[in-house]
């Protein structure tokens, strides 16, 4: 089963490579709950919204060392709606080992912008003010 659904979600991003970012109506599209759930958000353009997903790892990027030091990367959706996902590396460890191509699932605060948002809080926060989020990559949790 699982690696049915990494073909399948490996042949979603293939297929989404070169498209917009920005998802297709909802009603032309079947959708899990999360995809769903993050599809709604961006589509109402909203912030602040705890959610859970997966996806595949589209593109690593470099690091951003502006103040708190983050790990980012982009993840694309079954939905093809493509998300930053900035993971602090000052409150939790890095992600190891990812690639193009790695299945993640995340949980985490969705902010939105126009090319599908970002999601952040992927970790514990220490002053124990906000939902604890993680990433799972490879069966390790980081968070």
């Known amino acids: ?3 049915y659904l990494h073909f399948i ?6 297929v989404s490579i070169g498209c917009s970012s920005a998802p297709a109506p909802t009603s032309t599209r079947i959708l899990s709950g999360s995809d769903e759930a993050l599809a709604r958000a961006f589509e109402q353009q909203t912030s602040n ?3 859970e997903g997966q996806g595949v790892v589209r593109r690593v990027l470099s690091d951003d060392n502006d103040g708190s030091r983050h790990q980012r990367f982009i993840v694309a959706l079954s939905s093809g709606q493509t998300l930053l ?3 602090n590396l000052d409150l939790s460890s890095r992600v190891l080992g990812l690639r193009e191509g790695d299945i993640v699932s995340f949980s985490g605060q969705y902010d939105w912008n126009a090319e599908g948002g970002v999601i952040h809080w992927t970790h514990r926060d220490p002053r124990k003010g906000h939902p604890p989020g993680w990433i799972r990559h490879n069966g390790v949790v980081y968070q």
């Open 1 to 3: 089963m699982m690696r």
């Open 9 to 14: 979600l490996s042949l979603l991003c293939a």
């Open 49 to 51: 919204v705890q959610v």
């Open 85 to 87: 996902i900035a993971h």
